[in-house]
């Protein structure tokens, strides 16, 4: 039985309540990165990086490294699905566009980081130009500015969302390639659609 990621507010009040420097969403896109870089990236190095500078204590400790467990177990399968039904965590779509798009950034700023500072060195000239190209989008939406994106709807954030998911799976088959038994195309909005075997 597939393991379900944690609420995003549960996740964010455990990191909260042992002094975590970064948020759920931002920690997320720190695995998410770690385990597009390597399927072997180890859940003890990822918790640590997330902790790192907090000395978590007690029922606190016990919550927040629970629900940490739960995230990268519930992460990996997600990235492995045969149905790519990836998700990323972020706060309930009900949430103000400000605060939606500020964990929109965080999440593509951990990701990036989580890509940049594993043990796989990547060539980026080597990488296919479409995933350059949504590197390079992924990087352009972790600079978002919150105050502007108050005026932005809900379908756009929607759509920007699919759009990182769908660039986290492009970018993780090219550097963990996975055999399905089916091809899944997968298309980047504005692109020509690419298949996946």
Partial sequence: MAVD???FADLEQALTD?????????SHGVLCGALSASADAPAAAWIAQVLDGTEPKGEPARRCLEALALTYQATREGLEDSNMDFQLLLPADDAAPGVLAEALGAWCTGYLFGLGSSER????????ADVREA?????????VDSEA????DQDAYQELVEFV?????????????????????????GNDSRTIH
Avoid: T
């Fill in 18 to 26: 042992v002094g975590a420097a970064i948020g759920a969403s931002e």
């Fill in 149 to 152: 994106a108050e005026e932005s």
């Fill in 135 to 143: 590197l390079g989008s992924l990087a352009e939406i972790a600079r």
């Fill in 165 to 189: 998911r769908v660039a986290v799976l492009l970018v993780r088959e090219q550097l963990q390639p996975v055999k399905r038994r089916e091809p899944v195309d997968v298309r980047l909005p």
């Fill in 121 to 128: 060195k990547m060539d980026d000239a080597a990488l296919p």
């Fill in 5 to 7: 990621l944690p609420a």
